[in-house]
């Protein structure tokens, strides 16, 4: 059982450049979560899904796009890397019940320069 | 205001000590406070949760939650240089699935 997991762990990309940080989970949850965490600035929400086929923006989306087609999926794309999105992205998954923990993966960290 | 403040720190304490960590938060809605454990270069991991106030006690950490002051502890007690780590307290009110998370507190135990 491998919980959450993350593809690439790092990550280099010039301003302007594209990726797709990859997230699946092997839990059945259905919500599914993208933070991104800057030093000393905790974690900030971007895009959340509470099923397949449905996205939300979270806190800071500007910049990002996500989907959701499967229960298991959740990549989260960015179009024109800028250097204000060097972090680190963590997703993470949730169980149904206001009570259920969030489940992380151990994160991509990407730079921008 | 933030939601939820905590100070970064660092906090840096000797083996054995007694470790409080601590934030405050403003929304009233919140009902569920989670204290998460993060590693380096590791995801964030449930380490304590309450619901609404109390104190809640599991091995050498108690979760404490006071409502009326908007206020949550994590204490650790005997501390050990393993439990060094990023603490990130966390809250959510009840019919929701946003987790808010405070900046975390990076604590050092020195050996």
């Known amino acids: 059982n491998a919980g959450v997991t993350q593809t690439p762990k790092f990550r280099i990309l010039k301003i302007g450049q594209s990726m797709t940080l990859q997230c699946t989970q092997d839990m059945n949850h259905n919500y599914m979560y993208w933070y991104r965490q800057d030093p000393g600035m905790g974690l900030k929400l971007i895009y959340y899904?509470?099923?397949?086929?449905?996205?939300d923006k979270g806190e800071v989306p500007n910049g990002y796009n996500v989907s959701r087609s499967t229960t298991e999926d959740f990549p989260l794309r960015l179009e024109l890397a800028a250097p204000s999105q060097t972090s680190v992205y963590f997703c993470a998954c949730k169980g149904d019940g206001s009570n259920s923990p969030l489940h992380f993966g151990n994160g991509t960290r990407l730079t921008v320069t | 205001q933030k939601e939820v403040e905590q100070d970064p720190g660092p906090l840096s304490v000797p083996e054995g000590a007694i470790v409080s960590l601590n934030c405050t938060y403003s929304?009233?809605?919140?009902?569920?406070f989670m204290w998460y454990r993060q590693y380096s270069r590791k995801g964030p991991e449930l380490l304590m949760y309450t619901y609404s106030s109390g104190n809640k006690e599991d091995g050498r950490f108690t979760a404490q939650v006071d409502k009326s002051s908007k206020y949550i502890s994590l204490f650790i007690r005997d501390s050990q240089p393993s439990d060094s780590a990023t603490y990130l307290c966390?809250?959510?009110?009840?019919?929701?699935?946003?987790?808010?998370f405070g900046a975390g507190t990076r604590l050092f135990v020195k050996a």
């Open positions: 929304n009233s809605a919140f009902q569920y």
């Open positions: 899904s509470v099923g397949a086929g449905i996205t």
């Open positions: 966390a809250m959510s009110a009840t019919g929701g699935f946003k987790t808010i």
